[in-house]
């Protein structure tokens, strides 16, 4: 009894024999790497520094090369379009006309002839009484011609009415007015029946132009009456005196 309990107690007390190899190995482990750390930082210390080296310097020769110019291209022309041959035309001749056929008419037969119709008796047509012959309406006979002074008497008459026309178509001009000046000019002017003015002239001007142009203004202003009855029916040439002066109108 006494030599088993001193085994038991020593076997408890010592390590069992994996434990012991696991510990060896953890051991060894740091110094190995302890070891290792400290050979990097002597191998640092002592290695030399590493010179950097200088790419070296590749030297490309290039020679210049004149290309030789490319030849022009050379368009091919466009063939020409063929021209299509134009259709030959048959010109057909028309077909000929078809003939008629023919219709054979048979003769007219002679119409019998009508009796005769029967006489009429004409009765002769009545007289148509001739119209009474008009009787001739012969005009009356011209007055007889008027004499020089019947004649005269109507110019007078007449010119008794174109002259204060004349009077009143008067403007005095006003340089007369101012010098008190007056004249005299004798014009000569044409009428027709209808008392239209044909032309007009100064035949016996006066030694003043503006009387001339006063009594010329004057009667060709016109407005003049027709002729009388008993004037001759044609264009009459009238002779009047004009007095332009301060008193005229």
Known sequence: MTTTMPRIANNALMPEPKERHFKYAVGGAV????????????????????????????????QMVTLPQPSPKV???????????????????PPPPRPHPKVVIPPKQPAPTPPAPPVKQVTPPKPVPMPAPKPVVTPPPAPPPMSAQQTASMMGR?????????????????????????????????????????WAKIIKPSPLGAVNRAALAAIQKGGFPPFLKKMPKQNTVFQIDVKVGAGSN
């Open 158 to 198: 007449y010119v008794g009415m174109v002259r204060p026309i004349i009077q009143q178509s008067l403007r005095v001009p006003a340089e007369l007015r101012a010098m008190g000046l007056s004249g005299k000019a004798t014009v000569e002017f044409e009428i027709s029946p209808s008392g239209q003015l044909l």
């Open 75 to 93: 368009v091919p022309k466009p063939l020409p379009k063929p021209v299509p041959p134009k259709p030959v035309v048959h010109h057909v001749p």
């Open 31 to 62: 110094v190995v790497e302890a070891l290792l750390v400290l050979g990097l930082i002597w191998y640092g210390h002592s290695t030399p520094p590493v010179k950097a080296v200088k790419p070296k310097e590749h030297v490309i020769a290039v």
